[in-house]
């Protein structure tokens, strides 16, 4: 069985009650889903993708830019060690970062293909405008103190006038236990309107998946797996923080297992034993004077208490700020 992706970063093995989690020091970290104990940790890789068998690929974090998109291939069973790692031709200016900026994304999916792996990059660009820059001053005899004004990279040059950007995309066929790679498309490329579009959403903040079950109140929204219902109801004012109460039903009989409460209506969540393991976004509330902040990140509840067990941070890989002029 391969695992579940409960948000981008965050994939779940409902069999072995693990979660891999792309940690905020740049690591993968194996989460122990009864008491949200740390399993194993790797640098081998930054975040994961995709779950197949005891295998887990990876997307590398890398410093220096050589045109490649590197994944790793790592054994669950072996403490996270590289079991190969692929080499992804990429086309020149596309550059495979993980954090998502106000005019750049790169995107990678991986979904299982007969034992390999269909691996998608997406790579969003667009111009940012401005007021062009003045004439450098400078004096007679003097050398410029810096880096004359940049143009945009040429591709945008050439196929995104101000205001639009570019959508490149390829896919790949790769083989988990020895790294193959085999291409499955040409690179495509194409302009579009406006700023960064489907990359730029934060991760975690996925629509909900809505159900239609006759014998559970509405709303219904489905697990990340699908094998859960839950019924969110609104039980107190903006007093209470945690105003909603969620009801869990399992989706083939349609009986309540457990209930708790939480701060919104929704967010993804699966259903591991007594266990549910939620994706939370970050968010700041003022607790009598004083303003406290929470990160990203996944919580755990006992479903048969209603308490919350543990929580281990997920690193954030949206970044709003603008590129340095």
């Known amino acids: 069985m391969s695992g579940v992706e409960l948000s981008p970063g965050v994939i779940v093995d409902p069999e072995r009650a693990e979660a891999y989690v792309m940690s905020p020091d740049g690591n993968i970290v194996s ?3 009864d008491q949200g104990l740390e ?5 081998k890789a930054a975040k994961p993708l995709l779950l197949s068998g005891d295998l887990l690929l990876g997307q590398v974090e890398r410093t220096e830019i050589d045109g490649t998109l590197r994944i790793a291939s790592l054994k669950t069973r072996e403490q996270g060690a590289l079991a190969s790692e692929s080499v992804v031709p990429l086309p020149a200016g596309v550059t495979p970062i993980i954090e998502q900026r106000a005019n750049r994304a790169f995107i990678v999916k991986a979904q299982p293909l007969d034992g390999d792996a ?3 990059w ?3 660009e667009r111009r940012l405008t401005g007021l062009p820059p003045g004439p450098m001053e400078v004096l007679p005899g003097e050398e410029p103190s810096g880096p004359l004004p940049s143009a945009a990279p040429p591709v945008l040059e050439s196929m995104a006038p101000a205001g639009l950007g570019i959508v490149q995309r390829g896919a790949v066929r790769l083989s988990p236990s020895d790294g193959t790679v085999t291409p ?3 690179t495509q490329m194409e302009a579009v309107p406006g700023a960064v579009p489907s990359a730029g959403i934060a991760p975690g903040t996925e629509s909900a998946r809505d159900a ?3 014998n559970i109140p509405e709303p219904q929204f489905q697990s990340a797996d699908g094998r859960h219902i839950l019924h ?3 039980v107190a004012d903006d007093t209470e923080w945690d105003r909603y109460l969620w009801r869990i039903f399992e989706e083939s009989t349609q009986q309540q297992i457990g209930e708790f409460r939480y701060h919104s209506s929704f967010s993804p969540f699966i259903i591991v034993g007594n266990r549910a393991v939620v994706m939370s976004q970050p968010y700041e509330r003022r607790i009598g004077g004083e303003l406290v902040g929470e990160p990203r990140q996944i919580r755990s509840f006992n479903l048969n208490t209603g308490s919350q067990i543990w929580r281990q941070p997920v690193r954030e890989t949206t970044n709003a700020n603008p590129p340095p002029p």
Not at 39 to 43: C, Q
């Open 31 to 33: 989460i122990g889903l």
């Open 39 to 43: 399993v194993w940790r790797t640098d």
């Open 118 to 120: 269909a691996v998608s």
């Open 122 to 124: 997406e790579f969003l």
């Open 184 to 186: 499955m498309m040409e």
């Open 212 to 214: 239609h079950l006759p």
């Open 232 to 234: 969110s109801e609104r």
